[in-house]
Nanobody, 128 residues
């Protein structure tokens, strides 16, 4: 049974930083290292949207325009973990953040439909 697990969410003031982590177990091949991984978020009353993604080797990344220059996605395949470093957080970044993985190649346009395994999400609240 595949389990994708996010951690690191919480309450942060505007302008602050958080680092989210994503790990997985039960995958075919036993490790997240051979999967492209993406971060998505969903704010109350809104659709789930793409945030960032990284190819399985880490050589290719994708970012939503709204987070470019503020968020960084990175992976440590030895630790079987993908990170989302979020800096200069804004109130509009408040959402539940989801990690998702797929064994398929990372596409130019990353959508929720293109991902195969999902975590349950971690809440990020940006508020003073």
């Amino acid at each position: 049974q595949v389990q994708v697990v996010e951690s690191g969410g919480g309450l942060v003031q505007p302008g602050g930083s958080l680092r989210l982590s994503c790990t997985a177990s039960g995958l075919s091949g036993y490790t997240l290292a051979i999967y492209a991984v993406g971060w998505f978020r969903q704010a109350p009353g809104k659709e789930r949207e793409f945030v960032a993604a990284v190819s399985w080797r880490g050589g290719s990344t994708r970012y939503a325009d709204s987070v470019k220059g503020r968020f960084t996605i990175a992976r440590d395949n030895v630790k079987n973990t993908v990170y989302l470093q979020m800096n200069s957080l804004k109130a509009e970044d408040t959402a539940v953040y989801y990690c998702a993985a797929t064994p398929k190649p990372l596409l130019v346009v990353v959508t929720p439909r293109g991902m195969d395994y999902w975590g349950k999400g971690t809440l990020v609240t940006v508020s003073s």
